[in-house]
């Protein structure tokens, strides 16, 4: 329906909307999950229907966690671990390999991978020897389809030539830089001094060995960070050009990541400052020739990514936005969190727990969460609204949305989005606030309240 908009400002906008929001890789979110416990019998029952259902026709993803950094870069709020003593590699490569051998004890045919992702910490880490050992023993008993995307993040000071050699030989053709910003008042604070010459290096190598997608990693909304120093981050980030760019909001959440309790409030961009330093930046990506892709990424008009939006095909999950859809996502590795379209699973979250929880011969289950009925339909939605900023529903299926329309008046009305009884259209004014509208069909977050710091900020 349309409704009457009441003109409202961008700093009104920024004040009522800038809220703790989930970023909706999942639905349910992770703290939103059921408390009873997920026990692993099924666990693994889930697992093999999403197998059997769904292997031969598409094929299963693969989500490794690699969690040790040399350096603490003090704004990340993942799930790390920091030394310089590589002697941990080979024991969680181990660990790894044993978790990877459950799985495949369930399957009653070879695993067809259509998307594996090392993801960290940094995966770069590893030597080249123990990259190699590692994946080659993980894809020996699986077959790789013709289309597979393989990919990689990497920090350009703890990445060499070696390593993205042997990654490219085992199928790897995407990376995924990370850059955060080219200041160095940004980079001392954060704690990552990373130069230009180095980032460029890894850029040159890959492409020189055959790398075909190369994705850039910005946030906006850093301590101490201004339009300058965004403006400065991104024209340099022109010179190298990669396929993709995901321009992130800084996501502050001390009370998850002490690190982040190295600089105060007072040195983060007021809300205002902040979206202005991501209008500054889309509108210099768009003019380079960038184009919006589902929420803070963008890409060439020639990538993947961006033909998947057109075609009404991209997807989000764990890993992020992604141009193919699997039901079965497995991930390896502490923290790593599976999917198989009807339940989720979070691994342990701490090295030595992981790896001890592994050698008793069991998954290493945290957490779960069986998805219901309602859940799985919300979740549909969602990802709809997430990937493509529209979505529809039959009659049937309006008892779920009553609430939701009721929460979407107030965006309405402020000219974010258009709905009816039976659909939802993201406007384009509303596209900064993806998460806000989401949030509106969120039955289990309105059933449960945090009362405690639970997400970062929505804008």
């Known amino acids: 329906?349309?409704?009457?908009?009441?003109?409202?400002?961008?700093a009104d906008l920024l004040a009522k909307y800038d809220v703790p929001s989930p970023r909706y890789t999942s639905y349910p979110t992770v703290p939103f999950w059921d408390e009873k416990p997920l026990t692993e019998a099924r666990w693994k029952l889930h697992v093999q229907?999403?197998?059997?259902?769904?292997?031969?026709?598409?094929?299963?993803?693969?989500?490794?966690?690699?969690?040790?950094?040399?350096?603490?870069?003090?704004?990340c709020g993942c799930n790390k671990?920091?030394?310089?003593?590589?002697?941990?590699?080979?024991?969680?490569?181990?660990?790894?390999?044993?978790?990877?051998?459950?799985?495949?004890?369930?399957?009653?045919?070879?695993?067809r991978i259509t998307e594996l992702h090392l993801g960290g910490?940094?995966?770069?880490?590893?030597?080249?020897?123990?990259?190699?050992?590692?994946?080659?023993?993980?894809l020996e008993k699986t077959e790789v389809t013709p289309d597979a995307a393989f990919s990689v993040e990497v920090h350009p000071n703890a990445t060499n030539a070696e390593q993205?050699?042997?990654?490219?030989?085992?199928?790897?053709?995407?990376l995924s830089v990370g850059i955060q910003d080219f200041d160095p008042r940004v980079q001392f604070v954060i704690n990552r001094i990373q130069t230009f010459a180095k980032t460029k290096e890894i850029f040159d190598v890959?492409?020189?060995?055959?790398?075909?997608?190369?994705?850039?990693?910005?946030?906006?909304?850093?301590?101490?960070?201004?339009a300058d120093s965004v403006r400065h981050t991104i024209e340099k980030v022109k010179e190298l050009r990669p396929e993709r760019i995901a321009f992130y909001s800084y996501a502050h959440v001390p009370w998850k990541s002490k690190a982040q309790r190295r600089y105060s409030d007072e040195d983060l961009p007021a809300p205002e400052v902040k979206r202005g330093l991501y209008?500054?930046?889309?509108?210099?990506?768009?003019?380079?020739?960038?184009?919006?892709?589902?929420?803070?990424?963008?890409?060439?008009?020639?990538?993947?990514?961006?033909?998947?939006?057109?075609?009404?095909?991209?997807?989000?999950?764990?890993?992020?936005y992604t141009a193919r859809h699997t039901e079965l996502l497995i991930g390896l590795g502490a923290s790593s969190i599976s999917d198989t379209g009807t339940a989720f699973m979070q691994n342990v979250k701490e090295v030595e727990a992981y790896e001890a929880a592994v050698h008793t011969g069991h998954l290493p289950i945290l957490k779960g969460h069986e998805l219901t009925g309602e859940d799985m339909l919300l979740r549909t939605h969602i990802q709809n609204l997430m990937c493509r900023d529209y979505t529809s529903w039959s009659e049937d299926e309006l008892p779920y949305f009553v609430d939701a329309l009721v929460r979407l008046q107030p965006l309405a009305e402020d000219?974010?989005?258009?709905?009816?009884?039976?659909?939802?259209?993201?406007?384009?004014?509303?596209?900064?606030?993806?998460?806000?509208?989401?949030?509106?069909?969120?039955?289990?977050?309105?059933?449960?309240?945090?009362?405690?710091?639970?997400?970062s900020k929505s804008v």
């Open 121 to 138: 910490g940094t995966p770069t880490f590893f030597s080249a020897q123990n990259l190699k050992t590692m994946l080659e023993k993980l």
């Open 1 to 10: 329906m349309k409704t009457a908009v009441t003109p409202v400002t961008p």
């Open 279 to 320: 209008e500054l930046g889309r509108t210099m990506l768009e003019d380079a020739g960038y184009i919006e892709t589902g929420m803070d990424h963008f890409a060439l008009p020639e990538d993947e990514l961006c033909i998947a939006t057109d075609n009404g095909k991209l997807h989000r999950n764990f890993m992020g």
């Open 81 to 111: 671990r920091i030394t310089k003593n590589h002697g941990v590699e080979e024991p969680y490569m181990v660990a790894l390999l044993q978790e990877w051998e459950q799985y495949l004890a369930l399957f009653d045919e070879k695993p």
């Open 49 to 75: 229907q999403a197998f059997r259902k769904t292997n031969r026709k598409d094929g299963i993803s693969l989500y490794l966690h690699l969690p040790f950094c040399e350096k603490l870069c003090t704004y």
């Open 206 to 226: 890959a492409r020189a060995i055959g790398y075909t997608s190369i994705n850039g990693d910005i946030i906006y909304g850093l301590p101490l960070q201004t």
């Open 164 to 174: 993205l050699q042997v990654l490219y030989d085992l199928g790897f053709r995407r």
């Open 415 to 455: 000219g974010l989005v258009d709905y009816s009884n039976h659909d939802i259209q993201v406007l384009p004014a509303g596209k900064p606030f993806l998460r806000n509208i989401a949030m509106c069909l969120d039955a289990r977050l309105w059933a449960s309240q945090p009362t405690t710091p639970v997400f």
